[in-house]
C-alpha cells in the first residue's frame, strides 16, 4: 500500500491530474471552488496540464486580517459557481477551466514556493506541455486588484486570459431569507400581541432619547469610519502583543470606537449628575462629597480622553495628567 | 419679577447695567472670532487660500469691474478652452454679491475705497463675528441668554467653523453657516410665537443661503423634518402651520430666482420632503378642522381612509412622476452620503476628493475639543424639557452626527449644534453652583456648601481654559496655512517660506502672451486663472468630465500622441507640479494613477491603468519603471533633466524614496522647457510649434542635439560677444 501512494507520488511530480480527474472531482463537490493545500497542490499544478487553472491565494485567519481578502472570497466563489452552473461537463473542444482557492494556514509550503509577502493574491495558469520541475512558478499571471466591482473585474481579466465568456448566477441566500420571514411573522405577531406596550414602548421619551445619544455617542467617535473602510477591531502582534490605538488623526480600529464613546459616554453622565442629582441631597456633609467625588472623577477621565488624544500622535502638547512618560 | 426693574446700582438701573455688559460681551466674542482667524494673516499676507476661493475671488473682480446684469450673463472664455463655461449661470452668487455689497457702501457711502482683495480676504472673519451673534440668539431661544452667550463664545473659536473661515479662505461656506444659523434661529422664532413676519424673514435668510451655498438643502430638510416629527408627536397647532406654509411657499419662489437653482425645488427629489411636508401640513390642517365639528367616531373613520388614501396616492405620484421624468432622481452626492459605498464605484471624481473621505475620531475631538463630551449632556438636557424647539436641536444633532462621521467636511454643519447643546449643558450646570443662595442659612454661611459649589466652579472654570488653548492650539497649528505658500523650518527655527506656486503663475504672467493656454491637471485651474491670468482647459470646476479625461489622456500618452491633443486644443504651455526635489508629496505624480485612470474611463482601449505599474504591480520610478510610465508626458516633464542636479549620481525622488537612474535621461521632442521654479515645485513647459521646413518634430530635435555637438545637458551660456 505504502509504496502504491509513494509510487503515485514519484508520477503525480511529472505528471498533474488528468482533466476527467479534475472534473470528477469538481463535480463531486457543492462548492466549485475547490481548496488547494500542500497535500494536492503538486499533483494539479505539477507537470503538463490540459485544462486553464486560476488560483485565489487567500487567508480567512483572524491573525493576519486581511479585509480584502474577506472581500474576495465570496465574490470568487459566486464566478467559479456560475460557470460550472453554465458548463457542468466542461468544454467538449477547448481546455477546461478550474477554480482553486488556497489557505494559508494550509498550504505554508505552496505560499512559500511563490515567496509570497502579501495576499490576496489570484494566480492565473494557462495549459501546458512542459514537464520542468516546479514550472507553474514560472508560468504564473499575476491578477492585480483595482477599485471597483471586484466580480466585473476579475471576470473581464479571466475573458482575457481564456478567450471564454461569463456568465454570473448571483445565488439567492435561501437560509438569509427565511430568517428575514420569520424574523418579520414573529415581530408582527408581537406587535399585534402587545399593541399597548409597544405604543407606550415607541411613545416614551426615554426610548427615543437612549436612541439618539447612543446614536451621537457612536456617530461622533468614528463608527461609520469603520464601517466605511471596515478598519479591524483590534490588531495581535505574532508575539502576543496587542494594539489598540493606530497613531494617526486619519485611522483608527473598531475598538477605539468602543473605548472612546464609554469615556464620552462616562463624562456625559457625571455631569448630568452634577447637575440632576447632587443638588437634591439637602445633607451638606454628603453633598460635598458626592460633589468632590464626581468632580475627581470627571478630572481623571478628561485627563484620560487628553492622554488617549495625544497617543493619536500629532504632536498635541496638552495633558492635565502623564500617565505615560514620553 | 417687578422689584427686579427697580434695582440700581450707584444709581444706574440693573437692567441698563445688563444691557451694556451684554453689548461689551458681545464685541468681545467677535474680537475674539475675528482675531483668532488672522494668523494666517500676520503670518504670510492678506492672500486667497486655497483653489475654490481663487475662483470666486476672479469672479468678485468680475462683478465689481462690471455691472450685475453682466455679471449673471458672464460667459467665461478663459476656462475650459475651447469650450468655455457658462459662469453666472452655474455659481452660486451669494459670496461674490455680498462682498461687492461691501465694497461698494465702503466706496460710495464712507469713501473708503478699499482693495477688493482685502474684502475677500477678510469676509469670513467678520462673518464668523455675526455667526456668534446668531448662534447666541438661537441658544436664546433654546434656553436662556445666559446659555446664549456661552453658545456664542464656543461658536466664535471652536476650530470645526474656524477651519472654513480663517481670514483668506474666501469660500461660500465663509457666509452659509452664519446664514444656517440666522435661518434656524428665525424659524425657531416664527414656530414659537406663529408669527408670519418672523417666517418671512426666514424665508428671506434661506434665500440668501440658498444663493450663497449648495448646502441649503440641508435646511430644506431638516426643518420639514422638524414639522414632520411635531405632527407625528402630536403637537399640531396654527402656529406650526403659519410658520412653515408662509417659509415654505416664499422660500420656495424666492429660491427659483438664483440661476442656477432654477426649477430644482419642485423637480429634483432633493425638496421632495418639503413640498410633502406642505401637503401633510394643509391634510391635518383640514383633519384638525374636521375633527372640531363632527363627532370623535365618525372623524376615527374619516382619519383612517383619508391617510390610506394620501400614503397611497403621495407614494404612486413620487414613483409616476420620477419615471415620466417629470421629477429628476436624486443627486449622486445625496446618494453617496447613504450608500456609503456608491462614490466608490460609481463617481471617482467624487470619490477622489479627500473633503469626502469618512471622519475617525480624532478630528471630532480636534475639532470640537471638551465640547465633544458636553454635546450628549445637553442632548439629555433637551429630552428633559422637550418643547418644540428642542425637538429641532435633537433631529439636527441626530442627523448631523451621522453626516459628519460619513463625510469630513459636514464637520462643519455639525459644529454649531455641538456649540448649542454644550452651552446648554454648561449653563445648567452653572446655574446650579453659581446659585450662592442656598449657601446661607439665615445667617450662618455653609463652609461645606460653598467648597462643593467652589470645586465644581473652579474645575470647569480650569475646563474653560483649556478649551481657549486647545483651540488657539489647533488654529494656529493646522487651520493658518494658505496652502498656496508653504512653510517649513530650516534646523536652527526660522521659518523658511516656499513660495513656488506665485513665483511661477507669475512667470506665466509676465512673460507669456496674454492670450496663451495653459495646460494643467484640474486642481490648479482656478489658480492659474486667478494667479496668472492665464487660459486653462480643465478647473475646479468638474463639469465636463470628458475634457478632464482629455487632459488625462495627454499626460499619460507618448509625446507624439500628447502633441497631436496639445496642437488640437491650441495648447502653448503645460505645467506640472513636481515634489520630488522637496519632498511635497501633493504632486501630480502622486494624482498621476486619477489622471489615468480618469482617461481610461473615456478611452480603455488607449490608456490602461494596468500598464503604468511594474510587472509586480508597484507604482514606481525608478529603473524598474514599466515602459508606458517612462514614455508618459507626465513623467517626462517631471524628470527632464532632475538627475543632473545630483552631480554624476542617481537622482533621489524624495516623495517616493525612488532613485532616478541618470543613464535613462527622458528625451523631450515636442516640448522645451521654459520655466521651473526655485524647488521645483513647478515646472513649465512650451509646446513647440511645427517645424518650419516640415520636419518631424523627432527629426528635428535630434538635428539640434547633432548641431549643439552634445546633448542638450548643460546649460546654454549666453553669447555675450554677439550681443555687443
Redesign the interface.
Given at each position: 500500500m505504502k509504496i502504491l501512494i509513494l509510487l503515485l507520488q514519484i508520477i503525480g511530480l511529472s505528471i498533474a491530474l488528468s482533466n476527467n480527474q479534475l472534473k470528477s472531482l469538481v463535480q463531486s463537490k457543492s462548492s466549485k471552488l475547490i481548496s488547494l493545500t500542500d497535500e494536492n497542490f503538486e499533483s494539479i499544478l505539477q507537470g503538463k496540464r490540459d485544462y486553464h487553472i486560476i488560483a485565489l491565494l487567500t487567508s480567512s485567519s483572524p491573525q493576519i486580517n486581511c479585509v480584502l481578502c474577506k472581500e474576495i472570497g465570496p465574490e470568487l466563489e459566486i464566478i467559479a459557481n456560475s460557470w460550472f452552473k453554465d458548463h457542468p461537463n466542461g468544454i467538449e473542444d477547448d481546455f477546461d477551466l478550474y477554480f482553486f482557492k488556497s489557505e494559508f494556514l494550509e498550504s505554508r509550503k505552496l505560499f512559500g514556493l511563490f515567496q509570497l509577502n502579501n495576499i490576496p493574491k489570484i494566480f492565473y495558469f494557462p495549459p501546458t506541455n512542459s514537464t520542468a520541475n516546479r514550472n507553474y512558478v514560472s508560468e504564473k499571471v499575476?491578477y492585480?486588484f483595482?477599485?471597483?466591482?471586484h466580480k466585473d473585474l476579475m471576470i473581464r481579466w479571466f475573458s482575457e486570459l481564456t478567450g471564454y465568456k461569463f456568465n454570473l448566477y448571483i445565488p439567492v441566500d435561501k437560509t438569509k431569507l427565511a430568517i428575514h420571514a420569520i424574523l418579520g411573522f414573529t415581530s408582527v405577531f408581537l406587535l399585534k400581541r402587545y399593541k399597548k406596550y409597544v405604543f407606550n414602548v415607541l411613545k416614551s421619551?426615554n426610548t427615543?432619547?437612549t436612541l439618539?445619544?447612543i446614536?451621537?455617542?457612536l456617530?461622533?467617535?468614528?463608527?461609520?469610519?469603520n464601517?466605511?473602510?471596515g478598519s479591524p477591531y483590534i490588531i495581535e502582534h505574532q508575539d502576543g502583543r496587542r494594539e489598540f490605538f493606530l497613531p494617526g488623526?486619519?485611522?483608527?480600529l473598531g475598538i477605539?470606537?468602543q473605548i472612546?464613546s464609554f469615556?464620552?459616554?462616562i463624562?456625559?453622565?457625571l455631569?448630568?449628575v452634577?447637575?440632576k442629582r447632587?443638588?437634591t441631597i439637602k445633607t451638606?456633609?454628603i453633598?460635598?462629597l458626592l460633589?468632590?467625588i464626581i468632580?475627581g472623577l470627571?478630572?481623571v477621565m478628561?485627563s484620560t480622553?487628553l492622554a488617549l488624544?495625544g497617543l493619536?500622535g500629532?504632536?498635541?502638547?496638552?495633558r492635565?495628567i502623564r500617565f505615560i512618560k514620553f | 419679577m417687578s422689584n427686579v426693574n427697580q434695582l440700581t446700582i450707584y444709581g444706574v438701573d440693573i437692567q441698563l447695567i445688563r444691557t451694556l455688559l451684554k453689548i461689551i460681551i458681545f464685541i468681545s466674542i467677535a474680537g475674539a472670532a475675528i482675531s483668532s482667524r488672522l494668523f494666517s494673516v500676520i503670518r504670510f499676507e492678506a492672500i486667497i487660500h486655497e483653489f475654490d476661493p481663487w475662483f470666486n475671488f476672479r469672479a468678485t473682480k468680475y462683478l465689481v469691474t462690471h455691472s450685475y446684469y453682466e455679471f449673471l450673463n458672464w460667459f467665461d472664455d478663459r476656462t475650459w478652452y475651447p469650450l468655455g463655461r457658462v459662469t453666472g449661470g452655474t455659481l452660486y452668487p451669494g459670496l461674490m454679491v455680498t462682498s461687492g455689497a461691501i465694497w461698494h457702501i465702503l466706496k460710495n457711502y464712507f469713501k473708503l475705497p478699499v482693495d477688493i482683495r482685502n474684502i475677500c480676504v477678510l469676509l469670513a472673519p467678520a462673518f464668523s463675528g455675526l455667526t456668534a451673534i446668531f448662534t447666541y440668539f438661537l441658544t436664546k431661544e433654546m434656553k436662556d441668554s445666559s446659555a446664549g452667550l456661552l453658545a456664542a463664545i464656543f461658536m466664535g473659536i471652536a476650530p470645526g467653523y474656524i477651519s472654513r473661515s480663517v481670514a483668506g479662505s474666501y469660500d461660500n461656506e465663509a457666509i452659509a453657516i452664519t446664514l444656517l444659523m440666522a435661518t434656524f434661529y428665525f424659524w425657531i422664532k416664527s414656530m414659537k410665537i406663529g408669527s408670519v413676519f418672523y417666517a418671512t424673514i426666514t424665508a428671506l435668510c434661506y434665500f440668501y443661503m440658498v444663493s450663497a451655498w449648495g448646502g441649503y438643502v440641508f435646511i430644506t430638510n431638516l426643518i420639514p423634518l422638524h414639522v414632520f416629527v411635531l405632527l407625528l408627536m402630536g403637537r399640531y397647532n396654527p402656529k406650526l402651520y403659519t410658520a412653515y406654509t408662509t417659509w415654505y411657499a416664499l422660500g420656495t419662489l424666492a429660491s427659483m430666482q438664483i440661476p442656477f437653482v432654477g426649477f430644482l425645488p419642485i423637480r429634483s427629489n432633493d425638496h421632495m420632503a418639503a413640498l410633502g411636508v406642505f401637503g401633510l401640513l394643509q391634510l391635518v390642517a383640514f383633519g384638525d378642522y374636521v375633527k372640531s365639528k363632527v363627532p370623535n367616531k365618525q372623524f376615527k373613520s374619516f382619519l383612517i381612509v383619508s391617510v390610506v388614501f394620501v400614503f397611497g396616492s403621495g407614494i404612486a405620484a413620487l414613483f409616476g412622476l420620477t419615471a415620466m421624468g417629470w421629477i429628476a432622481p436624486w443627486t449622486g452626492r445625496f446618494y453617496s452620503l447613504w450608500d456609503?459605498?456608491y462614490a466608490?464605484?460609481h463617481i471617482p471624481i467624487i470619490a477622489s476628493v479627500s473633503e469626502h473621505?469618512?471622519?475617525?475620531?480624532?478630528?471630532?475631538?480636534?475639532d470640537t475639543s471638551?465640547l465633544?463630551?458636553?454635546?450628549?449632556?445637553g442632548?439629555?438636557?433637551c429630552?428633559q424639557d422637550?418643547k418644540d424647539e428642542h425637538v429641532f436641536v435633537?433631529i439636527y444633532?441626530?442627523l448631523c452626527?451621522?453626516f459628519?462621521?460619513?463625510m469630513v467636511r459636514l464637520m462643519l454643519t455639525l459644529t454649531p449644534v455641538i456649540c448649542v447643546s454644550g452651552a446648554i449643558?454648561l449653563s445648567?450646570?452653572f446655574d446650579?453652583?453659581l446659585n450662592i443662595k442656598d449657601a446661607f442659612h439665615g445667617d450662618n454661611i455653609?463652609i461645606?456648601?460653598v467648597?462643593?459649589k467652589l470645586?465644581?466652579l473652579l474645575?470647569f472654570g480650569f475646563?474653560l481654559f483649556?478649551f481657549v488653548?486647545?483651540c488657539t492650539?489647533v488654529t494656529s497649528?493646522a487651520y493658518s496655512s494658505p496652502s498656496v505658500v508653504l512653510a517649513s523650518r530650516n534646523p536652527d527655527g526660522s521659518q523658511n517660506l516656499i513660495d513656488d506656486y506665485r513665483e511661477a503663475y507669475y512667470w506665466l504672467r509676465m512673460n507669456t502672451p496674454e492670450d496663451a493656454k495653459v495646460m494643467a491637471w484640474w486642481d490648479y485651474g482656478y489658480q492659474i486663472g486667478g494667479m496668472a491670468d492665464r487660459t486653462t482647459l480643465v478647473d475646479n470646476n468638474t463639469w465636463n468630465n470628458t475634457h478632464i479625461a482629455t487632459v488625462g489622456k495627454a499626460m499619460a500618452s507618448p509625446e507624439n500622441v500628447s502633441y497631436e491633443i496639445l496642437k488640437k486644443h491650441d495648447v502653448d504651455y503645460v505645467l506640472v507640479i513636481f515634489g520630488g526635489l522637496l519632498g511635497y508629496s501633493g504632486d501630480d505624480i502622486n494624482k498621476f494613477l486619477w489622471m489615468v485612470r480618469i482617461a481610461e474611463g473615456i478611452w480603455p482601449d488607449e490608456i490602461k491603468?494596468?500598464d503604468f505599474?511594474t510587472d509586480r504591480?508597484e507604482y514606481k520610478m525608478d529603473k524598474d519603471a514599466s515602459e508606458t510610465m517612462k514614455n508618459s508626458l507626465m513623467y517626462k516633464l517631471c524628470y527632464w533633466r532632475f538627475s543632473e542636479l545630483f552631480g554624476g549620481r542617481d537622482g533621489v525622488d524624495r516623495v517616493r524614496n525612488q532613485q532616478i537612474p541618470i543613464n535613462a535621461v527622458p528625451e523631450l521632442n515636442v516640448v522645451e522647457e521654459a520655466f521651473t521654479s526655485e524647488n521645483w515645485i513647478v515646472r513649465i513647459y512650451k509646446v513647440k510649434d511645427l517645424d518650419n521646413v516640415g520636419r518631424d518634430l523627432y527629426d528635428a530635435t535630434k538635428f539640434e542635439n547633432k548641431k549643439s555637438g552634445k546633448r542638450n545637458r548643460i546649460v546654454k551660456r549666453p553669447k555675450i560677444d554677439l550681443r555687443e
Open positions: 499575476e492585480q483595482y477599485q471597483g466591482d421619551k427615543w432619547g439618539s445619544l446614536l451621537i455617542l456617530f461622533t467617535t468614528g463608527y461609520m469610519f464601517q466605511i473602510r488623526q486619519q485611522t483608527q477605539e470606537t472612546i469615556v464620552y459616554g463624562l456625559s453622565i455631569l448630568i452634577l447637575i447632587a443638588p451638606d456633609s453633598n460635598l460633589v468632590s468632580s470627571i478630572f478628561f480622553l488624544f493619536k500629532l504632536g498635541f502638547p496638552y492635565f | 456609503t459605498n466608490k464605484i473621505q469618512p471622519t475617525a475620531w480624532p478630528a471630532f475631538f480636534f471638551m465633544i463630551w458636553l454635546f450628549p449632556a442632548i439629555y438636557l429630552f422637550l435633537i444633532s441626530v452626527s451621522y459628519a462621521g460619513v449643558a445648567k450646570l446650579v453652583y455653609s461645606s456648601k467648597i462643593s470645586t465644581v474645575s475646563y483649556y488653548l486647545h492650539w497649528n491603468e494596468r505599474f504591480g
